[in-house]
């Protein structure tokens, strides 16, 4: 299975390392699907704002809730959530090398979101990335039966990975 899975240490890390492989994988060439999460502080300082884009090209989504400064919930917007996962499904069908998936959250763990998805991707050959925090660590190994592998929160290393893993698509091509 071609499964991985990243998870940085600090608040947004993950986000950034995404965003900037999946740069790099696209200025290699490869057709990158999914989407890559964008966060902007906000000047009232409250929680920032969640933005994802959804790849190669697609639209940026605001896939949070301002819920006021009080809030301790879930600030996701499930909504704009399925938008995006819908957006990426339209995106896939012309064709990926690489499905990349900025997080294994609640609604994943809970079979909602990206969580088909996912395995759809991985049953036609597709290699998929996960950004995971550690919350949604025991959901997302109960998920994959333990067949994911982790990669360092690395850029190099994870390109490594997916070049690694890509190359059968290429091959196959």
């Not at 608040?11 to 989407?35: E, N």
Request: proline share 5%; with cysteine; hydrophobic share 45%.
């Amino acid at each position: 299975m071609k499964l991985a899975y990243t998870m940085a240490p600090g608040r947004g890390d993950t986000d950034l390392i995404l965003s900037k492989l999946a740069k790099m994988l696209a200025a290699r060439g490869l057709r990158c699907c999914g989407t890559v999460q964008i966060n902007s502080e906000r000047p009232d300082a409250g929680p920032c704002d969640m933005d994802v884009q959804v790849l190669p090209d697609g639209p940026i989504l605001r896939i949070s809730q301002d819920l006021g400064n009080a809030s301790r919930g879930c600030r996701l917007d499930p909504a704009a959530l399925e938008t995006s996962v819908g957006l990426v499904s339209a995106s896939m069908v012309q064709g990926a090398d690489l499905l990349i998936v900025n997080k294994f959250g609640k609604h994943e763990a809970e079979g909602r979101g990206f969580r088909t998805m996912i395995a759809e991707a991985l049953s036609n050959g597709i290699p998929v990335l996960v950004g995971l925090n550690i919350l949604n660590l025991s959901a997302f190994e109960k998920f994959s039966e333990g067949m994911a592998v982790s990669v360092a929160p690395d850029c190099g290393k994870l390109e490594d990975w997916v070049l690694d893993n890509v190359a059968t698509t290429f091959e196959a091509s």
